[in-house]
């Protein structure tokens, strides 16, 4: 029986930093039922039961967006939430990419099908494109998946002082803007499903 994720026998390096990225992504959601916690004024179980029987990433990201924007808002840090929103959204769209992707390699390279978005398409699902990946762009996302992270952070705990709340640890600090980074090293033209096979 082949192994799983054969694929990256010779890619451990990236085999490691996607599976933390996916084990890791709930940490973004984790500070977010701090902050709507915080927004409501109700304990961490309610703002935990809000946020957690909305099923999927993006259903939860709105409605986290629903509550704090006004909050935030009011304190004026929307445009701060915007920009931890956008990123906590992108992060998002990284990690569900990898979460329902089909590795393949090609002349020695890593390439994915992002099947969350083929299954949307009305083509036929034989008829797909692999997208190229490699360390350097791996470890872009993932740096930004610290960051969104920071800046989730960052936000909760302002949040926490402009309610007045009396906190025993110096303030987190707003960290420093990086860009985003693509989902993929895709080319103007991908290669083609029937070139990029095993071996």
Known sequence: MPSLLSEFDDF????????????AYGELEFVLVSSISQALSVDIDTSTRILFRV?????????????????????????????AFSAANHCKNIRNQYAHCHWQLHEGKLYFINLDEEATDNGEILNVTFFPIDLSLIERQYAYLEYAAAYLYFLDDRLARKLGKELSTPPFPEPKSIPQPPRDNRPSKAAPAQEATNG
């Open 12 to 23: 451990p390096r990236e085999r490691n930093l996607i599976g933390e990225m996916l084990l």
């Open 55 to 83: 099923r999927g990433e993006s259903a939860r990201l709105l409605v986290a967006d629903a509550i704090l924007r006004p909050t935030f808002s009011r304190h004026q840090l929307e445009a701060k939430w915007i920009t």
